[in-house]
């Protein structure tokens, strides 16, 4: 028998298989929907209609104004408490995440020509420093307009110094599921890729398929290439269904090119598939292989490759180690896609990185899956 021959009964026995066993089609198309859902919807570092105490004695005209500004912007909701003892309290007791201050003199120094500037003070509850720098920057937003507007209607004086014209590239919205999802995207093709392979070939080793299929003329190559084509097609399928979430529910621009993110995807694939089967060859034990995967995949996954937290803010022994988390360079890649386009000088590298994390995978598995049962 041939060695194509052997390859097509292989490849005949894996998609039965995977027929009769509908735990891998969920683990492909299932696992990615829920996975899109939770991780793309729940995790944001946007704040919107955050709650702000505005405390301001013997309230006039140009308090109201205030007011309104900031009621016209969709990130705060500001609320008008009588005494600064009635806004400490719903900040201790977190009803407000900030209290701004407007004191009796407000007023007359904003509209006097000269002299000291009108002062505002703004308490914020920092037990969230995510929260309390977005406050902080949404509150100075809504006041810088309100300013521009008064200084144009009452012709008040234009103090000097730098006029900041500022422009946001590749994320002109700043929202923060166009850099999360992307990184949800890498998520799941590594939960899903690895546990393809971990789980369902650790399944075999426990019922005696893998000692029937050691004890058969194929080639040790021949198996792991047969498990490695069919698992690799429903793996892309998985990634065309999250790149389709993507751009259709959560509105994400794709920016780049299906030429670009086919290799990237593919070698991605080989790497989490390679990683799978050398997790169940190593543990041949269903629940020992999903929790291994679980701590090789997704906590460096979603920790160490720039999905949540910057790298470049990491301390540099950490950075130096997310080199060695291959879904860094698939967040490079699928990030650069969406909001950028076909950047090769950031692609390029990347796609090394992840063929190195392929080469390396296989090898380790074709090294450590033996005939030998002991």
């Known amino acids: 028998m041939s060695a194509a021959q052997r390859l097509r009964g292989l490849a005949r026995k894996e998609i039965k298989q995977i027929l009769r066993d509908p735990s891998a089609i969920l683990i492909a198309f299932l696992l990615p929907i829920v996975l899109m859902l939770v991780n793309g919807f729940g995790i944001s570092f946007d704040a919107r209609?955050?709650?702000?105490?505005?405390?301001?004695?013997?309230?006039?005209?140009?308090?109201?104004?205030?007011?309104?500004?900031?009621?016209?912007?969709?990130?705060?909701?500001?609320?008008?408490?009588?005494?600064?003892?009635?806004?400490?309290?719903?900040?201790?007791?977190?009803?407000?995440?900030?209290?701004?201050?407007?004191?009796?003199?407000?007023?007359?120094?904003?509209?006097?020509?000269?002299?000291?500037?009108?002062?505002?003070?703004?308490?914020?509850?920092?037990?969230?420093?995510n929260t309390a720098r977005l406050l902080e920057g949404y509150t100075s937003g809504a006041l810088a307009a309100w300013m521009g507007g008064e200084v144009r209607e009452r012709r008040l004086p234009q103090p000097g110094g730098v006029d900041l014209q500022h422009r946001y590239w590749f994320n002109p919205e700043l929202r923060s599921a166009d850099a999360i999802v992307p990184g949800v995207i890498a998520l799941v093709m590594t939960m899903s890729g690895t546990l393809l392979t971990a789980l369902i070939v650790a399944r075999e080793w426990e019922r005696g398929t893998m000692e029937s299929m050691l004890a058969s003329p194929a080639k040790m190559g021949e198996l792991i290439l047969a498990k490695l084509g069919c698992y690799f097609v429903l793996g892309i399928g998985s990634m065309a269904l999250s790149v389709a979430m993507a751009v259709t529910l959560f509105q994400l621009p794709f920016r780049g090119s299906l030429l670009a993110l086919a290799p990237a995807a593919s070698l991605f694939?080989?790497?989490?598939?390679?990683?799978?089967?050398?997790?169940?060859?190593?543990?041949?034990?269903?629940?020992?292989?999903?929790?291994?995967?679980?701590?090789?995949?997704?906590?460096?996954?979603?920790?160490?490759?720039?999905?949540?937290?910057?790298?470049?803010?990491?301390?540099?022994?950490?950075?130096?180690?997310?080199?060695?988390?291959?879904?860094?360079?698939?967040?490079?890649?699928?990030?650069?896609?969406?909001?950028?386009?076909?950047?090769?000088?950031?692609?390029?590298?990347?796609l090394a990185g992840l063929a190195a994390a392929a080469a390396l995978a296989m090898v380790a598995t074709l090294a450590v899956t033996r005939r030998r049962l002991d």
């Open 49 to 129: 209609q955050v709650s702000l105490a505005v405390v301001a004695t013997a309230p006039d005209e140009t308090v109201r104004g205030m007011l309104q500004a900031l009621q016209a912007s969709p990130y705060l909701d500001p609320l008008l408490l009588p005494n600064m003892p009635a806004a400490e309290a719903a900040l201790a007791r977190g009803a407000v995440r900030g209290i701004l201050v407007a004191r009796e003199d407000f007023a007359p120094h904003l509209h006097r020509r000269g002299g000291a500037p009108a002062g505002l003070a703004l308490d914020i509850n920092a037990t969230d420093p």
């Open 269 to 350: 694939m080989i790497f989490a598939l390679g990683l799978g089967l050398l997790i169940s060859t190593v543990a041949r034990n269903q629940f020992v292989a999903s929790q291994v995967a679980f701590l090789t995949t997704m906590m460096p996954a979603m920790m160490l490759s720039g999905m949540l937290f910057d790298i470049a803010s990491m301390p540099w022994w950490l950075q130096w180690l997310t080199y060695a988390v291959p879904a860094r360079y698939l967040v490079s890649i699928l990030q650069t896609q969406f909001l950028a386009g076909d950047v090769w000088p950031v692609l390029l590298p990347n």
